[in-house]
């Protein structure tokens, strides 16, 4: 069993019974519900707006560092690209597949992509799923037109009249 005095521990009853009885000042007690209940909403008031601030500014923080390398894409309709899909029996996994080509812009950033090797034969897709496709044969020609402009604009020396050596 625990023995205190009524001096060590003063509860509710203690207290109102001193202040009827003139003895302690109820003003250095504490606050009341209603005032306590009007702190506390204008603490979570306070709060909650320098939350919103600070929220703002990581957004605006985080838009800038994002935008220093985005780039925007556009896509006209009948571009060749690259559409990013999930593998066929593994829907977790994604993989470009293509090439399939732009039938209709939808907005700045939406296309519809016409995917006729899949099930779905038109998709709309977001420009972040997408990549421009470039054929090899149009870039395998056109290094050889320029390897043949420069051969025959550039000086030579022939040795031997079957080999010439580009200087």
């Not at 990581?58 to 593998?87: C, H, N």
Request: aromatic share 8%; glycine share 2%.
């Amino acid at each position: 069993m625990i023995y205190y005095s009524e001096d060590q521990f003063a509860g509710p009853l203690s207290l109102l019974k001193s202040d009827w009885l003139q003895e302690t000042d109820l003003s250095s007690a504490k606050q009341n519900v209603v005032e306590f209940i009007l702190n506390t909403r204008e603490r979570l008031r306070h709060a909650l707006d320098n939350a919103k601030q600070h929220a703002a500014d990581e957004r605006t923080k985080s838009k800038q560092w994002y935008d220093r390398k985005a780039v925007l894409q556009s896509f006209e309709p009948g571009d060749k690209i690259l559409v990013l899909l999930p593998m066929p029996g593994k829907p977790l996994k994604a993989k470009f597949h293509g090439p399939d080509f732009v039938e209709e812009r939808l907005g700045p950033v939406d296309y519809v992509i016409s995917t006729p090797d899949r099930r779905k034969s038109k998709r709309v897709c977001h420009v972040n799923l997408l990549k421009r496709y470039y054929d090899r044969e149009e870039k395998l020609n056109q290094s050889i037109n320029f390897d043949l402009i420069t051969l025959e604009h550039s000086p030579a020396e022939t040795v031997n009249d079957d080999i010439s050596v580009v200087r």
